[in-house]
């Protein structure tokens, strides 16, 4: 079965740390991957994905991700946090299959707090 | 280019009544996808929508019901409202190209219908 998971549900780090937010999955066959950021009350914004091609991928505000399909993993990094950062972080997947692409399996999220 | 929209923004409704939520995607968009999202289960598709059909459904009871129009703007219906539908329902559109995956293009969501069931 296809699945996401994003350890740690509550990451906090000080204003100006290295932000870093885990995120693995479990597929059958190679996914798109992709980073949500939510703020309260508001719908998703996308940060950045990974289709195809250079596995690095930055993304809006700074952020960025490396797609490891060795370790199923597609961590998300921030090399200094801003106060504006904090929200809630959601790392999904789709599949190049037939009719499924506009299914998103998302984590469970993690809510990032920034201390000043 | 204006973003997706949804109607209404905030919605309460009595335990065994039914409910329409309305979404307008992003002009020229062809795909429009329903989330359901609670504190306790996160982020569940719901289904898509691409040029009028259903292409793909989630794991939900077929109290939950969607249809999309001509013009790509799509409702979803929960009939017999239960507690457990209390949650924050989030509609995506892509472009959705064509009938083969799309998965690799951005969905854009709007806000959301926050529904509270009593």
């Known amino acids: 079965a296809q699945s996401v998971t994003q350890l740690g549900s509550h990451v906090s780090v000080s204003e100006g740390a290295l932000v870093l937010l885990r995120c693995n999955y479990s597929?059958?066959?190679?996914?798109?991957l992709f980073w949500y950021v939510q703020y309260p009350n508001q719908g998703l914004q996308l940060l950045l994905k990974?289709?195809?091609?250079?596995?690095l991928v930055k993304g809006i505000n700074g952020f960025e991700a490396e797609f490891k399909k060795s370790e199923t993993s597609f961590h998300l990094t921030k090399p200094s946090a801003h106060m504006s950062d904090a929200a809630e972080y959601f790392c999904?997947?789709?599949?190049?299959?037939?009719?499924?692409?506009?299914?998103?399996?998302f984590g469970q999220g993690t809510e990032l707090s920034v201390k000043p | 280019k204006a973003g997706v929209t949804q109607t209404p923004r905030y919605l309460i409704k009595t335990r065994g009544q039914q409910v329409t939520l309305s979404c307008s995607p992003i002009?020229?968009?062809?795909?429009v996808s329903w989330y359901q999202q609670t504190p306790g289960q996160g982020l569940q598709f719901l289904f898509e929508?691409?040029?009028?059909?259903?292409?793909n459904k989630g794991n939900f009871p077929g109290r939950f019901s969607g249809r999309q129009f001509s013009n790509s703007r799509s409702e979803m219906n929960v009939s017999t409202l239960e507690l457990g539908d209390s949650a924050l329902y989030l509609c995506?559109?892509?472009?959705?190209?064509?009938?083969?995956?799309?998965?690799?293009?951005?969905?854009?969501f709007g806000q959301g219908t926050r529904l509270t069931v009593v």
């Open positions: 995506a559109s892509s472009s959705g190209r064509g009938q083969g995956a799309g998965g690799n293009t951005e969905a854009f």
């Open positions: 597929s059958s066959v190679p996914p798109y």
């Open positions: 990974y289709t195809t091609g250079a596995t």
């Open positions: 999904a997947v789709s599949f190049p299959i037939y009719n499924q692409g506009g299914k998103l399996i």
């Open positions: 002009s020229g968009h062809r795909s």
């Open positions: 929508y691409f040029s009028e059909t259903q292409r």
